[in-house]
């Protein structure tokens, strides 16, 4: 069976932890995620948060990871996998607004 690659573009991600941006919903399969880059548009350092949510419990992947002016971050890298299984969620928040843009690449529904 192919594998079907996705990627999800997220521009300007919350600063708001009470409502963070959502990278990735698994819906009705489990998905892997490859690759998480948060890259730093503003003109300042931030700090990037990026964690799987669980119900209510948040699993982190990065807390609060500090990434210079004009910087990236590469969350996964060397060939790491997240698996989300149905019901999961990755969500992200920046330590200040309209500063952080995150490319999350995916395998979608690695298992039926």
Not at 30 to 48: F, L, M, P, Q, Y
Not at 75 to 90: F, T
Request: one cysteine or more.
């Amino acid at each position: 069976m192919a594998q079907d690659f996705e990627r999800y573009l997220q521009q300007d991600i919350s600063n708001n932890a009470n409502s963070p941006t959502v990278l990735r919903t698994a819906a009705d399969s489990d998905d892997a995620i490859i690759g998480i880059r948060c890259a730093n548009t503003s003109g300042t350092s931030v700090n990037v948060t990026v964690y799987v949510k669980n119900g209510s419990d948040t699993y982190h992947i990065i807390k609060d990871a500090p990434i210079p002016s004009g910087g990236s971050l590469e969350l996964i890298d060397g060939g790491s996998k997240v698996v989300l299984q149905s019901g999961d969620s990755v969500e992200a928040v920046a330590s200040a607004a309209s500063s952080v843009d995150i490319i999350t690449s995916v395998v979608d529904t690695i298992s039926a």
